[in-house]
């Protein structure tokens, strides 16, 4: 239940919009952000942690004021800073779509100004919208959900709401990736004898290529594996040399 909502303590308001630092493979110390009320979602994924009760809609809304939002998160962040805890990144990460706020634009020019990069992790259902695009493009870093390319996989394992079409989604992130700047991820849930056929996973396979994520790996010339992740000197998401 969301705190905000039901006018506790101002405490229990910054707990309900920023929570961590916790460990976060692909970020680093990631201290999350939560713009909208609990399990508002564009779909209704099959494997959802948030269980079935989310409420499904296409509807941007204003949910709360992104000033407070962001007074919640550098109150945590001061906590955490005061504690000896590093934060690598700011993570719009909320038990939702994150997109489904309609103040998302100014929230994350808010949020960078905390002086640590922001990263948003979002389904996409709605980049096909120009508003949405452009809020986006803000962020430091993004990952966009690929579960599917195909009609029949995505309606199976994403359930989405019914005025959203999966080829205008697609076009949307196609826009998207031209017009982000910054790091790109993707991430894909296999769900059994749902989309996991060998034509869906070659066409999953093609859309990622085409929305040319940063690689979790690559060779280095100079012997060492490199690995997609956060560098604190650089305190940017880069390569990262890990020891041989
Ligand atoms: S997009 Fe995320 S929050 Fe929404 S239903 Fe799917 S898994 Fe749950």
Redesign the pocket.
């Known amino acids: 239940m969301c705190a905000y909502r039901h006018g506790q303590a101002s405490s229990r308001v910054s707990e309900a919009f920023a929570f961590g630092p916790v460990p976060s493979r692909r970020l680093g110390r990631s201290l999350g952000v939560n713009n909208i009320p609990p399990k508002a979602?564009t779909?209704?994924?099959v494997?959802?942690q948030?269980g079935k009760a989310?409420s499904v809609s296409t509807q941007r809304r204003a949910f709360y004021p992104p000033e407070e939002v962001a007074a919640a998160v550098q109150e945590r962040l001061r906590a955490a800073y005061a504690q000896g805890q590093g934060v690598d990144y700011i993570t719009v990460v909320p038990?939702?779509?994150p997109t489904l706020d309609l103040h998302l634009g100014r929230l994350l020019t808010l949020l960078k100004r905390l002086g640590v990069p922001v990263a948003v992790i979002t389904?996409g259902s709605l980049l096909w919208q120009d508003e949405v695009r452009s809020a986006l493009c803000l962020a430091d870093w993004v990952s966009l959900?690929a579960d599917a390319a195909g009609e029949g996989p995505w309606r199976r394992v994403?359930r989405p709401h019914r005025a959203l079409r999966l080829s205008q989604i697609l076009r949307g992130m196609a826009a998207f990736r031209e017009q982000f700047g910054a790091f790109l991820a993707t991430e894909t849930m296999l769900v059994w004898g749902a989309n996991d056929s060998a034509k869906e996973l070659e066409a999953i396979a093609d859309l990622v290529a085409s929305l040319r994520p940063i690689p979790l790996t690559s060779p280095c010339p100079s012997g060492r594996r490199r690995r997609a992740g956060y560098c604190r000197q650089r305190r940017a998401h880069c390569w990262r040399c890990t020891p041989r």
């Open positions: 979602c779909y209704s994924c494997y959802c948030l989310v038990d939702g779509e389904n959900k994403d």
